[in-house]
């Protein structure tokens, strides 16, 4: 198969997989985050939510 044809389906390939990655780190995070106490959250930046759902209060402006 020729180089030229291969080069851009391997950086398609490469893009997604790393959009996959950053998107389950930034997911095992959140559960991670999640699982702090409202005090701590608060020391942190964020905010719990009505639904316990965490965020950060800039993200809403």
């Given at each position: 198969?020729?180089?030229?044809?291969?080069?851009?389906?391997?950086?398609?390939?490469?893009?997604m997989?790393?959009?996959?990655?950053?998107?389950?780190s930034?997911?095992r995070?959140?559960?991670?985050?999640?699982?702090?106490?409202?005090?701590?959250?608060?020391?942190?930046?964020?905010?719990?939510g009505?639904d316990?759902?965490?965020h950060?209060?800039?993200?809403?402006?």
């Amino acid at each position: 198969m020729n180089a030229k044809r291969v080069e851009p389906i391997v950086d398609v390939l490469t893009g997604m997989a790393g959009r996959i990655l950053a998107s389950s780190s930034r997911r095992r995070t959140g559960r991670q985050i999640a699982r702090f106490s409202t005090r701590r959250l608060e020391d942190l930046g964020f905010a719990r939510g009505w639904d316990g759902s965490v965020h950060r209060p800039s993200d809403y402006r």
